[in-house]
């Protein structure tokens, strides 16, 4: 089984910053990538970003140049660095893992296994 565990969610004043933290176990297939999605109420789990297991990134157009995804070299554990953070980034931030038999291309990575969550506020 694959388990994800999230870390670093909270509230923040807009224009600030946080770090969420991902720690990934188990194995099934091959772990293509790892990355994050957020939802807010009545709105579909939208990308925020995705890094392959060769570390391509992705960005949501809403992010780009705010927020950073890394990995650490053993890809065991996932970061989001955000910065600039506005009240629009309100959410609550799911971790992702993509576990594949063949790793598909960073456009077509998408998550098939998902995290608890973490509630990301932002005050104005």
């Known amino acids: 089984q694959v388990q994800l565990v999230e870390s670093g969610g909270g509230s923040v004043q807009a224009g600030g910053s946080l770090k969420l933290s991902c720690a990934a176990s188990g194995a099934i297939f091959v772990r293509c990538g790892m990355g994050w999605y957020r939802q807010t109420p009545g709105k579909e789990r939208e990308l925020v970003s995705m890094?392959?297991?060769?570390?391509?990134?992705k960005y949501g157009d809403s992010v780009k140049g705010r927020f950073t995804i890394s990995q650490t070299d053993d890809k065991n554990t996932l970061y989001l660095q955000m910065n600039s953070l506005q009240t629009e980034d309100t959410a609550v931030y799911y971790c992702?893992?993509?576990?594949?038999?063949?790793?598909?291309?960073?456009?077509?990575?998408?998550?098939?296994?998902w995290g608890q969550g973490t509630q990301v506020t932002v005050s104005s």
């Open positions: 890094i392959s297991h060769f570390g391509s990134t």
């Open positions: 992702g893992a993509a576990h594949h038999l063949m790793c598909p291309s960073i456009s077509d990575l998408k998550p098939n296994y």
